[in-house]
């Protein structure tokens, strides 16, 4: 294979799910420049980078060196001098002659002040600055400050290379063969990348964006346009990603979807060191430029940058952030001064990823970068290949800009709202909000993107990945349900099965799903079907029936409005055997109140049997089958997640805690020769706490209540895991999700329980590249109890009114996403032999490694 056809199949490879969502974790707009130079600027003495070092063309382009005392400019615009400057430090001018790429520049110590108030401090005089700042936050911040603003965004997303940045040589490789060179090929892959990269990108995507923020809201996007190269339909996911904060006065700055401590948090002057390095004039007077740097070296403790903070009003008027690692990330935010709210707004924001060098790892979108030792490419272009100039730069550009007007956002934790027209949007609609015409290399990218990813099907791969993860197979016009296909549990032995629901292509209003299985086991048939209606797209609102005929597990715990994730074969679920059968048909009604609250209401009437040994004997009652008619009501709250409304439909684009969720179920007695009539409430709250050092506390509590006389079917047993089979050996089985890992299967039935779950996930210990355990630590307790447990008749079962408690330890990934976790019994239930109260479980842990 030739060296341009291999970097053409590199290229291309881009076009695939995992390589786009790869480049955009890893990788000011640029065009093609005339005038390009990098340099570094040194402490003349020392030979130590200077950060931070202002450098201005002689055609007025200018920039700042970064942490490392490095630069780069370009411009369209030729130029043949910089000038540099820096506090402390002599300037100086630099011709730039053609020929030069590279500049390494030594500055002079000198003797500087910066005006009489700041060398008369008692202390460093940047200190008293932050804490002005910081004091000023509520009056600066404009979502603190402004009862509401509105305003336009232009944004760009390029993955490209500066052509100057690498050479056009052809290599000779040569191998040595007992003491001989001997020529073994052509390396042209520099020569080809360059012809390349001078006449497209390598990835672009474009977006409109109208926000709208109204005082006690959330800040609301509603995308207008929307253009992703080789994709007709967008990765609505990726419009959920947050590449840099849009305001830089929140307590944490995010940078590549990552948390760091802000500069001007309340505790900020105990985690940053502070040094001015010059005033400059701004649109409203001077600012200050302030550089930050973290007191400790520690990950993830903070951002390296500069702060431009206006003299008199001690408002951000400009903000620049760094982070070095295997990757590095430079994240620019300009500011615009609106007389009218005497307030500095947003005006554009930039972020570039590049391959880095650095010895210090960091951490975004979730992935810690590794160090390297291998020197920066930046002086030497000679050296350069490929992968160390292509890099990712994300430009926005706000617009049309309205600060305390009239605005009403609806549904505000649907934070972003994608028109169904986005993608379709007119040329003209595009030269309105765009800064600058697209270059010719742009328009190029798209036009070769576009005819590649249609010939390489990229959208249909791209569609596969994503119903992958949502347990789906798509085909043309069903989605088949990749959870249904085989589970397994003692009662059934492997319950074979094929089920689906209809997608978008099918009807975008209508719906119908249906599924069979058959147990290996019991050789029976299950199977359900049913249909829908979408009444409201925006709320969400579905109405539908089915026939079910199925089994669920006797006394379980389980939410008809609860999210749930793909999960293709329970483990718990292989040692369970007492099960009931249940015939049902019932309509239901889905609704949104609001994006954040799910309600699901159904009706259902149908019979009932349990499918082992049991009968429900009362002074008036007596049943081993039964009949129900039942209304449920459901509720899931999660008021800090966040949706999108795409024309897929809801998205989720974040996790937020707590979340709860409520249930309840009123069965009507004699309606529909309904048996019973008891009433059930059941909830579930669950919180996680993230914490900076990547490890987590987890809460779980959940319980219900069952008022009246009830079947063994609508009672709970607290989800146990645990078997006395003998020998001892036989109950080392799988661990469950919140199950109690040493209560045995329904030892204890109640009808009314609490149970409260807290595990801590201590963070992957990384002892090899292939070897990272990660141990979590977890504890669990319930209490419950039961009136007129003789009513329950052929089972054997205990109060569990004295309270249960375990604790354990997990030891995860130990291979290949296996693990293994011990968990002991104590409290009054603890049992006279010991090692009845020992459980020792196989844990299993999925990674998609991002």
């Not at 040194?42 to 980078?49: M, Q, R």
């Not at 920039?63 to 030729?78: A, H, M, P, Q």
């Not at 790892?361 to 020197?375: E, M, Q, V």
């Not at 439909?649 to 069965?667: A, D, E, H, L, V």
Request: aromatic share 14%; no cysteine.
């Amino acid at each position: 294979m030739s060296a341009f056809s291999l970097n053409k199949r590199r290229i291309t490879t881009y076009y695939t799910m995992a390589k786009t969502v790869f480049l955009f974790i890893f990788i000011p707009f640029l065009a093609f420049s005339q005038s390009f130079v990098q340099g570094l600027v040194l402490d003349e003495n020392t030979n130590k980078p200077l950060p931070f070092a202002s450098i201005i063309t002689n055609t007025n382009i200018g920039t700042l060196s970064d942490v490392d005392g490095k630069f780069e400019l370009n411009s369209s615009e030729n130029f043949k001098e910089i000038i540099v400057t820096y506090v402390g430090y002599k300037s100086i001018h630099i011709e730039i002659e053609k020929s030069n790429k590279f500049v390494t520049i030594k500055l002079a110590p000198k003797i500087e002040t910066l005006n009489e108030v700041l060398i008369t401090a008692s202390e460093n005089p940047a200190l008293q600055i932050i804490r002005n700042t910081i004091a000023h936050k509520p009056k600066n911040n404009i979502e603190k400050a402004l009862n509401s603003f509105q305003f336009n965004t232009y944004n760009k997303i390029l993955i490209t290379a500066n052509p100057e940045a690498i050479n056009n040589k052809i290599d000779s490789v040569f191998v040595v063969k007992k003491g001989n060179r001997i020529f073994k090929e052509i390396d042209s892959v520099n020569y080809k990348f360059k012809k390349e990269i001078e006449k497209q990108d390598l990835y672009i995507s474009e977006k409109i964006s109208e926000f709208k923020f109204e005082k006690g809201k959330k800040t609301k996007e509603i995308i207008l346009a929307s253009r992703m190269a080789g994709l007709k339909q967008p990765l609505y996911e990726l419009f959920a990603i947050t590449f840099q904060d849009f305001s830089f006065y929140n307590e944490f700055y995010t940078i590549a979807g990552r948390k760091y401590t802000n500069p001007i948090a309340k505790n900020a002057l105990k985690q940053y060191n502070y040094k001015i390095l010059d005033t400059v004039k701004d649109e409203n007077g001077y600012s200050y430029v302030i550089h930050f740097k973290p007191i400790k070296n520690k990950e993830l403790l903070g951002i390296e940058g500069v702060l431009f903070i206006n003299t008199k009003t001690y408002a951000i008027t400009k903000a620049m952030a760094e982070l070095k690692g295997i990757v590095n990330i430079k994240a620019t935010q300009n500011y615009t001064y609106l007389k009218a709210a005497e307030k500095w707004f947003p005006l554009n924001n930039n972020i570039e990823i590049r391959k880095g060098d650095n010895t210090q790892p960091i951490s975004f979108f979730g992935k810690k970068s590794n160090p390297t030792n291998k020197s920066d490419s930046i002086n030497d272009i000679s050296k350069n290949r490929p992968d160390d100039v292509i890099y990712f730069n994300s430009t926005s550009i706000n617009s049309n800009i309205e600060v305390n007007i009239p605005v009403k956002v609806i549904r505000a934790s649907s934070t972003i709202q994608f028109n169904d027209d986005a993608n379709q949007q007119p040329e003209q609609f595009w030269r309105n909000y765009r800064a600058d015409s697209l270059t010719t290399r742009e328009q190029k990218t798209y036009t070769y993107l576009d005819s590649i990813a249609k010939k390489e099907g990229v959208e249909k791969k791209i569609n596969l990945a994503r119903n992958i993860f949502k347990g789906h197979y798509p085909t043309k016009y069903i989605n088949l349900n990749l959870g249904k296909i085989l589970n397994v549990n003692n009662y059934e032995g492997f319950r074979v099965g094929f089920g689906g629901i209809t997608n978008s292509t099918f009807s975008q209003k209508y719906k119908i799903e249906a599924y069979g299985a058959y147990g290996t086991k019991d050789t029976r048939f299950k199977y359900s079907f049913g249909g829908a209606v979408r009444l409201n797209k925006d709320t969400n609102t579905w109405i539908g029936a089915k026939y079910t005929n199925d089994l669920i597990e006797s006394a379980s715990f389980h939410f008809i409005a609860e999210n749930t994730s793909f999960t293709p074969i329970n483990p718990r679920n292989i040692n369970i055997s007492q099960f009931y059968n249940y015939k049902t048909t019932s309509v239901f009604l889905a609704h949104n109140l609001q994006p954040n609250i799910d309600v699901k209401m159904e009706l259902s009437s149908g019979t009932y049997k349990n499918l082992f040994d049991y009968a429900y004997v009362s002074p008036d009652k007596t049943y081993t089958e039964y009949t129900l008619s039942t209304i449920v009501l459901g509720f899931n709250f999660t008021p800090n997640s966040e949706y999108m409304n795409s024309p897929l439909g809801k998205i989720n684009i974040k996790n937020g805690y707590p979340q709860f969720t409520f249930q309840i179920t009123q069965s009507l007695e004699d309606v529909l020769n309904s048996d019973f009539g008891f009433t059930q409430l059941n909830f579930r709250i669950l919180n996680k706490i993230i914490r900076i050092r990547k490890s987590t506390t987890n809460f779980l509590l959940e319980g219900g209540i069952v008022f009246g006389e009830a079947p063994i079917s609508h009672l709970y047993n607290s989800t146990p895991n645990y078997t006395y089979k003998s020998p001892w050996a036989k109950r080392i089985t799988f661990a469950g999700t919140n199950s109690f890992e040493t209560m045995g299967y329904n030892e204890f039935i109640s009808d009314r329980f609490t149970a409260l779950h807290i595990s801590h996930q201590f963070r992957f210990f990384k002892i090899s590249k292939k070897f990272q355990p990660q141990i979590t630590l977890a504890t669990r307790a319930a209490i419950g109890g039961i009136h007129s447990p003789e009513y329950q008749t052929g089972i054997s079962f205990k109060s569990l009114n004295k309270g249960y408690f375990e604790s354990g330890i997990e030891f995860n990934t130990l291979f290949k996403g296996f693990g293994a976790s011990a968990f002991y019994r104590y409290g009054p239930y603890i049992n006279p032999v010991w090692s009845n109260n020992l459980a020792v479980k196989i844990t299993y842990n999925f990674r998609l490694g991002f």
